[in-house]
């Protein structure tokens, strides 16, 4: 068995002979085949209604696996399954979205984290590492004024941040100085403004009325401080 499960999970592995494996008795052999880089999607279907859970999870986190054998693990009737789905970042954000509605209230916690850290990335990418000349609403600025810092608390990461040659964004999330979900809200806002989406007073005031619609305060200690 040993000698099949290393074939299972080699690169240079002949197709038919993965196509084998795949129904190979031990589960172990199985699921390193759905862990194959090289592994059909024709293969990874018949995976996904293999027996063990495991086997089920290691396809939904192969590259090759198709959407529409995504969005059927999305209904798997295994918790460890639509959990393993939800940890996911690499899952299409519509599934992503989908689980986060799970009944199961670990899958939908653990679905809403890992679209918060996509959210919280792509914002970063987008506003945190492009330099805009007389850019309107910078994330300090947007913290402020949505009271959520004060003046002094943003002075203070400023100064982080230049130091370390890192972006305001980037140094609030590794100094854990908010939630994350404070941060992605911010953050947003700061693009709607950026984008003309919104004014910057009518993005400033649906920030506050989010922040104060959350849960934040109740599940993190966080509450907004005054300027």
């Known amino acids: 068995m040993h000698k099949e499960y290393i074939q299972a999970g080699r690169p240079d592995t002949d197709l038919d002979e993965l196509a084998t494996l795949a129904k190979h008795s031990n589960s172990r052999v199985r699921r390193r085949v759905a862990e194959n880089p ?3 999607s024709t293969i990874l279907d018949s995976l996904s209604q293999d027996s063990d859970p495991e086997v089920r999870i290691a396809v939904a986190r192969n590259a090759n696996t198709a959407k529409t054998i995504l969005e059927s693990l999305a209904n798997d009737e295994s918790v460890a399954v639509r959990f393993g789905l939800a940890s996911a970042h690499d899952l299409p954000i519509d599934i992503l979205e989908k ?3 799970d009944d199961h209230p670990y899958i939908s916690s653990r ?6 850290g996509i959210y919280l990335e792509q914002a970063l990418k987008e506003i945190s590492f492009v330099h805009q000349p007389q850019e309107e609403a910078k994330l300090g600025d947007v913290l402020v004024k949505a009271e959520i810092m004060t003046y002094d608390q943003i002075k203070q990461y400023l100064e982080t ?14 100094a854990r100085a908010l939630p994350r979900s404070v941060i ?5 806002t700061q693009l709607q403004v950026r984008k003309k989406i919104k004014s910057l007073d009518n993005a400033i005031n649906d920030l506050k009325h989010k922040i104060k619609n959350t849960q934040i305060m109740n599940s993190t200690g966080f509450t907004p401080s005054r300027t």
């Open 99 to 101: 689980l986060a509605k």
């Open 161 to 174: 941040a230049k130091a370390n040659g890192m972006p305001l964004g980037r140094t609030l999330v590794q």
């Open 38 to 40: 090289i592994c059909t």
């Open 111 to 116: 679905a809403e984290r890992t679209l918060e």
């Open 184 to 188: 992605v809200l911010a953050l947003q």
